[in-house]
């Protein structure tokens, strides 16, 4: 940070121009030693007492440039200020290379809801994101001036402004909508699983008995799954999750008899902070113990290596079929062929099970959803328990019924 009292700002010859070093960059005051520059590098010097993240630029300017703001926030990020998961700030990331790819040279407050547009038909033409997906990176970019607000950078009335630009409908032209993420019936995962390490195979079943989030499967740490708090059930006391700040509190799941014998075996010899599904320990299982697993593989699966296993496991289960279909001398049709399904499927699975089953309140309780509305996105039965109470549906203006009580009286 620049020091008034021990050192002045340096002149730039060929601008004659009063600029400091900062993060690597020129900050310009103002003509060399003008009353202007002086006066502004004394607002620049407080205004990073008061936040050192944001790189402001307070001379010729007259403000900060939407790259700096840009820059500012993904600082306060990284310090903590700003607490978000590393998903969020990836996302953020991809909105602030749109943004300043169009307008990273403009004052933040000449920026307005038409320059919004600009950006977001950058995104729209760019054709990688789905209309939701430019309707959220619009309103990222919108958060991040709301953050230059409250930092006294941008002003009140540009927030304002940007609010009204309102959120791409369903058809408008350019975007396009991802299909509705359907349940994988039961019958596709049975046959799925035996091209599975048991590991992932243990991962699959449990989440498709509880219907967990992912996350909550591969996250799941010994020390996290008490024994001893119910004579006939464990519970996974979870430390963090998606809704915790909205709900304020913490999320346990209960786990019966099937998903303790699923999960027994993992838990043996390991410390509380280990991992119960490894893919170290699914690399050693799917090469017997005859190979050495590479060190590539972490403690820990994510979202992309849950999801790739799956994804190897069915390749490899079609393999297995074209093979067996090749020696029978005929070839493999694509109904006989495993379909793809992901891991999210099988949480709309469990949801969907559960409202035919029980009813629409148990799926609610079951993927703890903040609001009903969240969890009828989820259930795409509806269809077959509205045709089973077709087929027992009373008619209550049948003639014959009415008849039949007034004779009765």
Not at 58 to 69: F, I, Q
Not at 144 to 172: C, M, N, Q, Y
Not at 206 to 225: A, D, H, K, W, Y
Request: proline share 6%; aromatic share 8%; hydrophobic share 35%.
């Amino acid at each position: 940070m620049p020091k008034l009292k021990k050192q002045d700002p340096k002149n730039c010859r060929d601008r004659n121009q009063s600029f400091s070093w900062y993060n690597g960059k020129r900050i310009y005051h103002g003509v060399w030693g003008s009353p202007e520059a002086k006066k502004n590098y004394r607002k620049f010097c407080a205004a990073l007492d008061e936040n050192p993240d944001l790189p402001l630029v307070l001379g010729e300017s007259g403000g900060v440039l939407v790259s700096e703001l840009a820059d500012g926030f993904l600082n306060a990020v990284g310090s903590g200020t700003i607490r978000m998961d590393k998903s969020h700030t990836t996302h953020f990331r991809l909105a602030i290379g749109y943004l300043v790819d169009v307008y990273g040279d403009l004052a933040v407050n000449e920026f307005s809801p038409k320059k919004l547009n600009a950006v977001r038909n950058r995104m729209v033409h760019g054709g990688a994101l789905c209309r939701n997906m430019v309707n959220d990176y619009t309103r990222r970019i919108v958060r991040i001036f709301k953050w230059g607000v409250r930092e006294e950078v941008v002003k009140s009335d540009i927030i304002t402004a940007l609010r009204t630009l309102e959120a791409l409908p369903e058809g408008h032209t350019g975007t396009f909508d991802h299909p509705e993420r359907e349940d994988v019936p039961d019958d596709i995962i049975i046959r799925t699983l035996p091209f599975m390490p048991p590991t992932l195979r243990a991962m699959v079943k449990l989440q498709r008995l509880t219907g967990c989030r992912p996350s909550e499967i591969f996250n799941m740490r010994v020390g996290e799954i008490d024994k001893d708090a119910d004579p006939e059930l464990w519970l996974y006391r979870l430390r963090t999750h998606k809704t915790q700040k909205k709900t304020k509190r913490k999320k346990i799941i209960p786990l019966g008899q099937p998903e303790q014998e699923l999960l027994a075996p993992f838990l043996v010899g390991k410390n509380t902070e280990a991992a119960v599904f490894s893919p170290r320990t699914a690399q050693q299982e799917r090469y017997d113990g005859k190979r050495a697993i590479p060190k590539k593989y972490s403690e820990f699966y994510n979202r992309d290596s849950y999801r790739r296993a799956i994804w190897y496991a069915i390749a490899k289960g079609n393999r297995a079929l074209r093979k067996v279909a090749e020696k029978a001398g005929h070839e493999l049709s694509e109904s006989e062929m495993i379909p793809p399904w992901t891991p999210y499927q099988l949480r709309h699975s469990a949801s969907s099970a559960m409202e035919v089953e029980v009813d629409f309140e148990a799926s609610h309780v079951l993927l703890d959803h903040t609001t009903p509305n969240t969890t009828a996105r989820y259930n795409h039965r509806r269809l077959e328990k509205l045709k089973e109470l077709a087929r027992n549906r009373r008619n209550p203006f049948d003639t014959s019924d009415l008849a039949n009580g007034q004779a009765a009286e």
